[in-house]
């Protein structure tokens, strides 16, 4: 995660601004919740930059000495970029600069909340872009240019008022209003822009070059102008001469011609397709001539473990790519791109609601306090346990934990049956955490007894340190306890239970699933449209589609060794799950154009609780378009776009089985055992061992 600096945001309700909290862009370390080593870092941030200030800040004058220094660290920051050599700046750096912007932007929203929607966007598309971990010189400059026209708000910091109204009859706001209004249309419409342009292939990327740079300047130069819209909005009200601000957009002229160059700079793949085109006649024989495209494909891809030189294929989306006009693929990606950018800026919007009782009542009264289960709240502050607790000791103590419970509570039944007694009193789940020291946890039901013989350390272990760091932290536990996969009246031994048996089991039945549509779908060219035949035997026959069907092939049996009380269980939550699944490919057109999309509609980070159903999802939705291809005829791209989409999502999974077999072998386990039994053998064929 980039360092942003800690900063200052305010609570404001009814015109009063209360207290301040940290911010919570700063205490995530994703759009939807914290890490708990990063968290840990940020409280106690947070605890120092609340110990001077946990009174009420009454006055906007004590709101801005609170944050003068993350606002004077990101102005600061912006002028030293501009006054840097940028073109020898890498796009992580000017990205650390944009998101020191953003951190002081995000305080100033606090107080000018108009500004806030344009902000939240931003910040979306920066996330967006510091995931991929790309270095592009023209993504670099467009993203250099609107940060430093964002840097302009900055100036709100010595505005009081935004609803003074001026001599012309406006306000500030009012004026402002309009300019932001553009900027977020254009941060929208260059957010669209990187999304497509990292999603288009280096061959394309290369025809299209004119238009590509034509499109990339007319950005650069509508952000000069909002700048300078901005700029004039706030002039009346922050002692800025008019001779100073034209200055500024002279200097910023002078940028622009160096912007303007990086935009038009090849980078190293378009530089390796133009020698391919040059080699093959230019770029009129090339672009006519399909065989001539192809060997440019093959000369310049680059090959790995799920592409080698047969990957090398021109198909119908490739030459849609290269012979459409730009803006008509911009604007069919726009539709996309905006739900996923939405899902973004909603998390963010989500996370800004963190409250300064909170992070206080975290800070005084002990990481337990933050756990959302009772019982495992419970367990937490009788060890006495710290932010987080070796796995070894967690698992064990919470077998014991539920163990005892359960014997108590078959206990008091049998007293029950035998003295008419009234029950016991204990606090319910819904006990407010840290209410009462001595607080206890809610009962434990005799009827979840058989939960307990399907608890095995190996598998909790799995469920609940993902990262394999050895460690149980209060964000993972809250994460377990409180995911949306499971049915919410689901009882804390129940999804343990769960965790334990039923995901393998699961998994298992989705694997004969997608077995069984395969198998189905082998014998479909025989039935469509003479016209259709070559797209489905290009479908069948794809590297993607093979992974998939390996993943699900590497899954073990372990259904002789379940309890029986769990199949109920895994119905219950294979029906909520898909439904949950289908809701967001129906909105996305079982569409994944990128792994940006496949990291904001899915949880990437716990990828063995939905990759199955999602495959399964996925082909079952390409084996009704391949039955449609007995009756209709198929636009070429429509099994091109399937394939494009398994192969996004198997290369998480790739990701997956490369991260876990780096784990592996630093804990010095053996990796091939290991991979065999890690979530059932899912990942095994994706691993290092091969197929």
């Not at 699961?506 to 189905?520: C, D, F, T």
């Not at 797209?535 to 899954?555: E, F």
Request: hydrophobic share 40%.
């Amino acid at each position: 995660m980039s360092d942003v600096p800690a900063v200052v945001t305010l609570s404001i309700n009814d015109g009063d601004r209360t207290g301040g909290i940290a911010d919570a862009s700063s205490l995530l370390a994703s759009g939807t919740a914290y890490k708990a080593s990063v968290a840990d870092q940020r409280l106690e941030q947070g605890e120092k930059l609340l110990s001077g200030i946990v009174g009420n800040v009454t006055d906007t004058q004590g709101w801005y000495t609170a944050n003068a220094e993350s606002i004077n660290a990101a102005t600061s920051a912006i002028g030293n970029l501009m006054a840097s050599d940028v073109t020898k700046k890498a796009t992580a750096e000017i990205l650390h600069v944009a998101n020191k912007v953003l951190g002081a932007l995000d305080a100033l929203s606090a107080v000018h909340p108009f500004i806030g929607l344009a902000v939240v966007a931003f910040k979306g598309i920066v996330q967006f872009e510091m995931k991929r971990r790309e270095n592009d010189k023209r993504v670099s400059a467009l993203m250099l240019q609107a940060t430093d026209m964002f840097s302009e708000l900055l100036s709100l910091n010595h505005l009081n008022d935004p609803d003074q109204v001026l001599p012309s009859g406006q306000t500030i706001r009012g004026r402002l209003q309009v300019t932001l209004d553009k900027v977020l249309a254009s941060i929208k419409d260059m957010g669209n822009c990187f999304n497509k342009y990292h999603q288009s292939k280096p061959i394309s990327r290369f025809f299209k070059a004119m238009q590509w740079e034509d499109k990339f300047i007319g950005l650069a130069d509508t952000f000069t102008g909002l700048k300078k819209d901005v700029k004039t909005a706030l002039i009346i009200r922050t002692a800025i001469r008019i001779e100073d601000a034209a200055t500024g957009v002279e200097r910023l002229d002078v940028k622009l011609d160096i912007l303007m160059n990086m935009i038009r700079t090849k980078s190293t793949d378009e530089q390796k397709v133009a020698d391919a085109v040059a080699l093959h006649g230019g770029k009129e024989a090339v672009l006519n001539d399909t065989s001539k495209i192809q060997e440019v494909i093959k000369a310049t891809m680059v090959i790995d473990k799920k592409h080698d030189s047969s990957s090398a294929r021109v198909d119908a989306s490739l030459l849609y790519e290269i012979r459409t006009p730009l803006e008509t693929q911009l604007a069919e990606n726009r539709r996309l791109f905006e739900v996923t950018l939405e899902i973004r800026t909603n998390e963010l919007k989500q996370a800004v609601h963190l409250t300064q009782e909170r992070i206080l009542y975290a800070l005084n009264k002990g990481a337990f306090t933050r756990i959302k289960d009772p019982h495992i709240r419970y367990i937490w502050r009788s060890m006495k346990w710290s932010i987080s607790v070796q796995t070894a000791k967690f698992v064990p103590a919470v077998c014991d934990y539920f163990s005892e419970q359960v014997e108590t509570a078959k206990h008091h039944e049998t007293l029950q049956n035998t003295v008419k007694s009234p029950p016991s009193p204990t606090l319910t789940a819904q006990s407010r955490a840290g209410d009462d020291e001595e607080e206890e946890p809610p009962a434990v039901s005799s009827d979840d007894e058989w939960c307990l013989s399907c608890l095995r350390f190996s598998t909790l272990n799995e469920a609940l340190d993902n990262d394999f760091n050895g460690l149980v932290n209060v964000s993972e536990v809250n994460h377990f306890a409180r995911s949306k996969s499971m049915p919410p009246d689901w009882s804390i031994l129940k999804r343990l239970a769960y965790a334990s048996e039923g995901w393998n089991l699961e998994r298992y039945e989705y694997a004969l699933k997608i077995q069984g549509l395969v198998n189905s779908m082998t014998y479909e060219p025989g039935t469509v449209l003479p016209v259709n035949r070559a797209l489905v035997v290009g479908y069948l026959n794809s590297a993607p589609l093979k992974w998939a069907t390996q993943i699900a092939r590497g899954v073990k049996d372990l259904t002789d060794a379940s309890a029986s009380e769990i199949w109920p269980l895994v119905e219950e939550r294979t029906a909520r799950h898909e439904s949950y699944i289908e809701g967001i490919l129906d909105k996305i057109r079982y569409e994944i154009p990128s792994a940006d999309a496949m990291s904001v509609h899915f949880d990437t980070d716990h990828l063995e609780h939905y990759i199955m159903p999602l495959i399964y999802l996925l082909l079952r939705h390409h084996a009704r378009v391949i039955r449609l291809a007995r009756k209709i005829v198929l636009d070429r791209r429509e099994l091109e776009q399937a394939s494009s989409t398994l192969d996004v999502v198997t290369d998480f999974a790739m990701a997956r089985a490369s991260q876990l077999g780096e784990t592996f072998l630093q804990l010095s386990l053996d990796e091939a055992a290991k991979f065999t039994t890690y979530a059932g053998g899912m990942v095994n064929r994706c691993g290092i061992i091969g197929w």
